[in-house]
């Protein structure tokens, strides 16, 4: 790979004003933050420029807002969480950016922040819009990337500003998931094996047809293996099945019949009539007409743990089960302790990834360990899968 444009100490950005695009894109529920963990990953770097005297102007995305009005994906609960742990003086900008808005926050000094609303209440934002990136660009002399999690996206926060920003790199955070990614990737021993979970399989599609020619084990759990289940003929009750996955099913059971990849997929399951329910264990070919799959059963675990405990390099994107329903997050925990245990004895090298797959990991209060643990999601899996991420291009 091309080197990519990094920042670092050398780079004189007192009395400059500091674009810093930053990952605040966290679970809030009536106003409150469920997992700060992509914050105070964040806060030491921010931190960093104001102890050099820079103007920081803080931007971050938060969900994806249906209109300009939807006042649910505020960043103002992450706004208030910061105030508390930064010491410097911060500011919060709540109205629309446009080319006046140069003229509205002039009054930062050095060592404050200014910290902007959910940029993609910008209808120039996920458009990649030329002038809203001209009138993004104008706030700042020094632009700097520090979001990996939206490096596989054309924004204009992450992609078109640097066409206007001559002085843009890449920061600490983003440069450490490369790293951390390509170390695994260009070190890993076989056997190799990939989990991958979630609910959409179409979104994926590319990862796994990527993966086939690169691990020995291909495990699929969470919702998307309910459309590989269903798709040999099984029932699977009421439980969540993408539209259209047949087809996209046959392109990965075809490709991996000329590989020497496996793909494994549950056997047994905890299921209940609804989320919120009781787990009930029920073997393949037993879930009846109105209960729905949450989670992997016991044998599956078992199964997979003997797969990890033969594997080198282990890669894991993806819950096993609906987490947030504690009846139904024995597969993830137990995915998550036997990784960690295997790690920590030397013998495996793994990469966990995916913002819910850190939501499980915190949810449950897990003491666990990995060679990597990367807050990104689609962007973690097309750079696995080797794809130019726009966000990178643009930094080369």
Request: hydrophobic letters at 35%; glycine letters at 6%; one cysteine or more.
């Amino acid at each position: 790979m091309e080197k990519i444009r990094s920042f670092n100490d050398n780079i004189d950005i007192k009395n400059k004003r500091v674009i810093l695009r930053s990952d605040f894109n966290v679970p809030i529920i009536n106003e409150v933050i469920q997992d700060k963990t992509r914050i105070n990953l964040s806060i030491p770097f921010i931190e960093s420029l104001l102890k050099k005297d820079a103007k920081v102007l803080l931007i971050s995305h938060l969900g994806r807002p249906k209109s300009d009005k939807d006042q649910n994906l505020s960043l103002k609960p992450v706004y208030e969480y910061l105030k508390e742990k930064i010491n410097n003086k911060i500011y919060f900008f709540s109205e629309k950016i446009t080319n006046k808005t140069m003229d509205k926050v002039r009054f930062v000094n050095n060592g404050e922040i200014i910290f902007f609303e959910n940029i993609r209440l910008n209808e120039g934002e996920i458009k990649n819009d030329e002038n809203f990136a001209k009138n993004l660009s104008s706030l700042g002399d020094i632009y700097i990337n520090d979001a990996f999690s939206c490096a596989h996206r054309k924004q204009t926060s992450i992609h078109k500003i640097t066409k206007h920003i001559k002085s843009s790199y890449a920061g600490p955070l983003f440069m450490k998931e490369i790293h951390s990614i390509n170390m695994v990737l260009k070190n890993k021993k076989s056997p190799t094996t990939c989990i991958i979970g979630g609910s959409k399989i179409s979104t994926k599609l590319g990862v796994i047809t990527s993966l086939i020619e690169k691990v020995d084990n291909l495990i699929i759990v969470g919702a998307m293996a309910n459309n590989f289940i269903k798709f040999k003929g099984i029932k699977i009750g009421k439980s969540l099945v993408e539209p259209g996955s047949e087809k996209i099913i046959k392109k990965i059971y075809d490709k991996v019949g000329n590989s020497n990849c496996e793909i494994i997929t549950p056997f047994d399951f905890a299921v209940s009539g609804s989320a919120d329910g009781e787990a009930i264990f029920k073997d393949l070919n037993k879930v009846s007409d109105n209960e729905i799959i949450l989670d992997i059963g016991p044998q599956t675990i078992d199964r997979i743990s003997k797969i990890i405990d033969i594997s080198k390099t282990v890669l894991w994107n993806g819950p096993a089960g609906y987490f947030e329903n504690e009846n139904f997050s024995k597969g993830t925990v137990s995915l998550a302790k036997k990784i960690s245990d295997n790690t920590n004895k030397n013998s495996l090298i793994s990469i966990v990834g995916g913002g819910d797959t850190i939501s499980s990991i915190k949810n449950n209060r897990l003491n666990v360990n990995f060679t990597h643990l990367s807050t990104a999601g689609g962007a973690f899996l097309e750079y696995i899968e080797g794809k130019n991420l726009p966000a990178i291009e643009v930094l080369k």
